[in-house]
């Protein structure tokens, strides 16, 4: 039922591109038709289902498929890498859509769109999205990180009903001014300046890789407190509401921050309602060589992931009934723990009980073999010289992937 909500928010304003901080108080009385948030079960499990193992391939290929430049030869391989995934998931042809758009001097990209129908309200849509170009780097956290948590989203949620629609876009050419959301939000959304989707919210994910070493344990929830001023209001109930989720539903504390210049910015000034994640200690190795695989934080990705399945599914409004035991079944490796971790002589694998006979790889950051054990759960890796490792934990025919820094 309607009701009457009291927001009194400390919102901590951090201007991406500007170094000054502003903190201003927010009072507003705000009336909205959103019921309670409460913990879900079936949404917890879920969110566990995103795979520490997913994130960190993922984070891999999208470094692998270079600099994806909007209109380059590698900004169409990244355009066909993310359709084969969601053809893997088992996404059909008639659910999957490119949306082509040119700009500037006849620069050509496709943005990229699937769409989950609702069971109640198949033509109000929820979109979640981020953009799959980079500039000057393979721009692993710019936005690797972004697109691979949508992607782990889609292939969690694939069979999962949910009241509203949902849409997972990649947008394109948003390094160059936010040129694909912008055709998107006016050639799609929009047409002829008539509304042809009903859009419930707009999800954006952008940067939020972290930095290997920051403190990495809190994620800015965005909220709309500019432009139009007619959504600003329900912009920031759904973020109140996303920080909620991300504190239910993964081990994160949140930061309430302003949207600013990424792919929500086009829908809000249509009138749309949008929220946003970005990662709270800027790593700022956005747009330069440096934002690679290497420097960013795959548990903080896969923290972020935990926290954005959960919110999508109260968003989209998923059901609460578990589908059976397939739903719930998790690759008990995900579990591990590395200590410690920066380590200089000695690492320390805990696995779960269960798990008897394992092996651990530990390889450079080019896939160079560097040690091979079976069945150690301390193992001496002081002949490593000082660097980032990945260490392969292999049982029964899984596989968990952790980041390990040695640092003497």
């Known amino acids: 039922m309607p009701g009457i909500f009291l927001f009194i928010h400390l919102l901590s304003i951090n201007f991406r591109y500007v170094k000054k901080s502003v903190t201003v108080l927010f009072l507003s009385l705000i009336s909205f038709g959103f019921s309670g948030q409460s913990f879900i079960q079936a949404y917890q499990n879920r969110a566990n289902q995103v795979s520490q193992t997913n994130i960190t391939t993922l984070l891999q290929e999208f470094e692998n498929l270079g600099v994806k430049t909007t209109g380059s030869t590698a900004n169409t391989n990244a355009l066909n890498w993310l359709k084969a995934k969601y053809q893997s998931y088992g996404y059909s042809a008639n659910q999957i859509t490119e949306d082509p758009f040119t700009f500037g001097n006849n620069i050509s990209s496709k943005n990229l769109i699937i769409t989950k129908t ?7 849509y929820v979109i979640i999205c981020g953009h799959y170009d980079t500039i000057v780097g393979p721009g692993v956290s710019d936005n690797g990180s ?18 509203y629609s949902i ?11 936010l040129q694909g959301s912008a055709h998107y939000a006016d050639n799609v959304v929009f047409q002829n300046n008539t509304r042809q989707l009903n859009v419930r919210l707009v999800f954006n994910l952008d940067q939020v890789g972290g930095k290997i070493g920051n403190n990495n344990n809190a994620i800015k929830c965005e909220s709309d407190q500019s432009g139009l001023t007619t959504n600003n ?40 309602i949008i929220t ?7 790593s700022y190795n956005e747009h330069t060589v440096n934002d690679t695989f290497a420097n960013v934080d795959p548990t903080y990705v896969f ?36 200590y410690p971790n920066p380590t200089k002589d000695y690492l320390n694998i805990e696995l779960p009980k269960e798990i008897k006979r394992f092996n651990v790889e530990i390889t450079d950051m080019n896939g160079r073999l560097i040690l091979n054990k079976e069945n150690e759960n301390k193992i001496n890796v002081s002949g490593l010289t000082n660097g980032v490792y990945l260490c392969n934990i292999k049982a029964d025919e899984k596989t968990a992937v952790r980041k390990v820094i040695i640092e003497k």
């Open 146 to 163: 972004g697109t691979s948590i949508i992607l782990e989203a889609a292939r969690i949620l694939k069979d999962i009903p949910t009241e």
């Open 118 to 124: 609702g069971t109640l309200y198949p033509n109000i």
């Open 276 to 282: 946003g994640f970005y990662e709270n200690v800027r």
């Open 303 to 338: 923290n972020v992931g935990k926290a954005a399945v959960g919110a999508l599914q109260h968003f989209a409004t998923a059901t609460t009934a578990s589908l059976g035991t397939q739903e719930s079944t998790l690759n008990s490796l995900e579990s591990v723990k590395i």
């Open 233 to 272: 209001a329900q912009s920031l109930a759904f973020t109140q509401q996303l920080a909620n989720c991300t504190t239910l539903y993964s081990p994160l504390q949140t930061v309430m921050s302003n949207a600013y210049s990424s792919d929500y910015i086009p829908f809000e000034q249509n009138g749309d």
């Open 167 to 177: 849409k997972f876009i990649h947008f394109s050419g948003e390094e160059q001014g």
